[in-house]
């Protein structure tokens, strides 16, 4: 069972629409996660971190986790066309604080 | 402010030759990850070093890859006789310290993609 798995998508959506991105993970051990964003032929961006259960909001990000049900969600509201890159769940693994399992990414494409 | 700086950003390699990728960390930052990152499929963390130290490199292969962060210098990952399957992008990131949450908040480099003919 792999530790961090991601809807790879493709998803496409119309500008200003609600984007909902997911994963779930295995292993409940250290429990940092990570939303990565990356465009084509770049390196991943950070977006945001969180520890706790709950939501966590920047702008018009938000990072939820749920650790009853182990599932992680990255909510984009107002999307726009520069929204549109892949984006990676990641968490920390290995019993290590630094070293991070990534999911497959999910492509999103923000339609204008 | 410079980012994370990697170099070079496109490698091409024949068969059993050796490829250097260097990377050189945001000012300030003096940890080092190296992760790959193969054709559809996430990446992968292969090594983490401190100045002069590595740390781990438990998802290193055994053979023909090695890693370096030097006291004055870049960062080089080295893969010595490269084969077709070693041909992916090499992201290399890099934080300020390894203690809460900063290493956790690992800023990545552009990435360098080398391609094995």
């Known amino acids: 069972q792999k530790e961090v798995e991601q809807d790879p998508g493709p998803l496409s959506v119309p500008e200003g629409a609600i984007v909902s991105l997911n994963c779930t993970y295995s292993n409940s051990a250290f429990q940092y996660f990570m939303w990565y964003r990356q465009y084509s032929r770049k390196g991943p961006e950070l977006l945001m971190y969180?520890?706790?259960?709950g939501n966590k909001e920047d702008g018009r990000f938000t990072a939820q986790v749920d650790k009853s049900s182990k599932y992680i969600s990255l909510f984009i509201r107002d999307s726009q066309p520069s929204d549109s890159a892949t984006y990676l769940c990641a968490r920390n693994s290995g019993g290590s604080n630094y070293k991070l399992t990534f999911g497959k990414g999910t492509l999103l494409t923000v339609n204008p | 402010n410079a980012g994370v700086m990697q170099n070079p950003r496109h490698l091409v390699r024949r068969r059993g030759q050796e490829a250097r990728l260097r990377c050189s960390p945001m000012?300030?930052?003096?940890?080092v990850y190296w992760y790959r990152q193969l054709p559809e499929e996430g990446l992968k963390f292969m090594v983490y070093l401190q100045k002069e130290n590595i740390i781990d490199e438990s998802g290193m292969p055994k053979e023909r890859f090695s890693a370096e962060f030097p006291k004055e210098g870049p960062s080089i990952l080295r893969i010595q006789q490269v084969v077709r399957g070693d041909s992916a992008a090499y992201f290399c990131?890099?934080?300020?310290?390894?203690?809460?949450?900063?290493?956790?908040?690992?800023?990545f480099g552009p990435g360098t993609r080398l391609t094995v003919t």
């Open positions: 969180t520890y706790s259960s």
């Open positions: 990131a890099s934080s300020p310290r390894v203690s809460g949450h900063s290493s956790y908040e690992q800023y």
């Open positions: 000012k300030g930052h003096s940890h």
